[in-house]
């Protein structure tokens, strides 16, 4: 299976700040990797797909970057609504893998 | 408006049987592939199965291969899970998700397995 980490685990940011935030995968997944938000007691939400398709209706501050093995995301100006856990999952290879998640809170 | 609402769940013993459930509105349900992920009390999502729209092509993650059977019916627009042979580390919440890459998502159902 593939392994998918992400770093950092937890990430302490201001209202503002400029948040980055890494998915790795343990082989190539090519540009099959999306981005989740979850917010407590609430099911995910799909930011973006493909590296770096942004979803209808979800705000430009967030973007995507990477290819193969290495991706990022990034939030341009970290808002209050923004502080949730973000997961990256590939879905190249079966079975479909999600990483850890990088819970966002406020510092 | 897409809905996906899942049922079934609930408190169940080792070994024993459920069938989850799927109900979903606002889309054309025979177009796209569905999904089901869990998540287990506090941790991450684990993707567990998907299936096609024809529901002729489907695959599992390895820890419920052989006990769980994901199926739908397109004239009922709904999704299932069957999930047979349960283990107190399938307690999750379980939801269905519309798409390839899980674009829309339900609330989810919880099931429990414990004695």
């Known amino acids: 299976d593939i392994q998918m980490t992400q770093s950092p685990s937890t990430l302490s940011a201001s209202v503002g700040e400029r948040v980055t935030i890494t998915c790795r995968a343990s082989?190539?997944?090519?540009?099959?990797l999306a981005w989740y938000q979850q917010k407590a007691g609430t099911a995910p939400k799909i930011l973006i797909q493909m590296v770096s398709s942004l979803e209808t209706a979800v705000s430009s501050r967030f973007s995507g970057s990477g290819s193969g093995t290495e991706f990022t995301l990034t939030i341009s100006s970290l808002q209050p609504d923004d502080f949730a856990t973000y997961y990256c999952?590939?879905?190249?290879?079966?079975?479909?893998?999600f990483g850890p998640g990088t819970k966002v809170d406020i510092k | 408006e897409v809905q996906l609402v899942e049922s079934g769940g609930g408190l169940v013993q080792p070994g024993g049987s459920l069938r989850l459930s799927c109900a979903t509105s606002g889309f054309t349900f025979s177009s796209y592939w569905m999904t089901w992920v869990r998540q287990a009390p506090g941790k991450g999502l684990e993707w567990v199965a998907n299936?096609?729209?024809?529901?002729?092509?489907?695959y599992y993650v390895g820890s419920v291969k052989g006990r769980f059977i994901i199926s739908r019916d397109n004239a009922k627009n709904s999704l299932y899970l069957q999930m047979n042979t349960l283990r107190a580390e399938d307690t999750a919440i379980y939801y269905c998700?519309?798409?390839?890459?899980?674009?829309?998502w339900g609330q989810g159902t919880l099931v429990t397995v414990s004695s």
């Open positions: 999952q590939q879905y190249n290879t079966y079975p479909f893998t």
């Open positions: 082989q190539s997944v090519g540009s099959w």
């Open positions: 998700a519309r798409g390839f890459n899980a674009a829309y």
């Open positions: 299936i096609n729209q024809d529901g002729s092509e489907k």
